[in-house]
């Protein structure tokens, strides 16, 4: 079943900060997170794993409540160059390697 | 140090005919996911094959697809008869190992059923 994120949209000034949420209705093994720019392929900036390892970009935080099954994405001190599309990806505890993404949230970072 | 490549890019269909895509992997990766995203909606699972398997295809429509990943060469997405709802951007993904690792998506691509 498809995760759900929240906001749908989020529009900041430069410098602002945000936070996009991804929950799903079913036990977690991982979730990944990727932004996309149109027209572009996914780009890659964080796994999270079942047991708290993390791997990812230096600059963007994440966490992920097992027990919630719920993962969230720390934007902080947004760049003009963070626009883009926010997916998150999950992995559940029984199934293959494929991810199952969010329908996505759309930030844009005004100047 | 190449990431996912996949080609073409870019590629036109007239309906009832057939179109080919093909990905190869980051050097190393032997597990391979295609993704279908339709206008403005997000990525859908369709495939995911290791060399010479496939290892799940729960996401593929019954008829007119198939997909492998020969020992040699590159994977392909096979799509027979396309039809106009077949147009969306294609993307494959390749990751060393399952689940633990993350998955390199290649530059996708875009097919167009006139």
């Known amino acids: 079943q498809q995760p759900v994120q929240s906001p749908q949209a989020v529009i900041l000034r430069e410098g602002e900060d945000a936070v996009i949420n991804c929950s799903s209705s079913k036990a977690l093994y991982s979730v990944h997170w990727y932004r996309q720019k149109h027209g572009e392929a996914p780009v890659f900036l964080m796994i999270l794993l079942k047991g708290g390892e993390q791997k990812g970009h230096e600059k963007i935080s994440a966490s992920f409540n097992e027990k919630k099954q719920q993962s969230s994405l720390y934007l902080t001190a947004s760049q003009l160059s963070y626009s883009g599309t926010y997916f998150c990806?999950?992995?559940?505890?029984?199934?293959?390697?494929?991810?199952?993404f969010g329908q996505g949230t759309t930030l844009q970072v005004k100047p | 140090n190449a990431g996912v490549m996949q080609n073409p890019r870019h590629l036109v269909r007239r309906r009832g005919q057939e179109a080919r895509l093909r990905c190869s992997p980051v050097?190393?990766?032997?597990?391979v996911y295609w993704y279908r995203q339709l206008p403005e909606e997000g990525l859908k699972f369709m495939v995911y094959?290791?060399?010479?398997?496939?290892?799940?295809e729960s996401g593929m429509p019954k008829e007119r697809f198939s997909a492998e990943f020969p020992k040699e060469g590159p994977s392909i997405l096979r799509i027979q008869q396309v039809v106009r709802g077949d147009s969306a951007a294609y993307f494959c993904?390749?990751?060393?190992?399952?689940?633990?690792?993350?998955?390199?998506f290649g530059p996708g691509t875009r097919l167009l059923v006139l």
């Open positions: 990806g999950t992995h559940g505890s029984g199934n293959t390697g494929k991810l199952i």
């Open positions: 050097k190393g990766h032997s597990h």
């Open positions: 094959l290791q060399k010479e398997n496939i290892i799940d």
């Open positions: 993904a390749s990751s060393p190992r399952d689940r633990k690792e993350t998955q390199y």
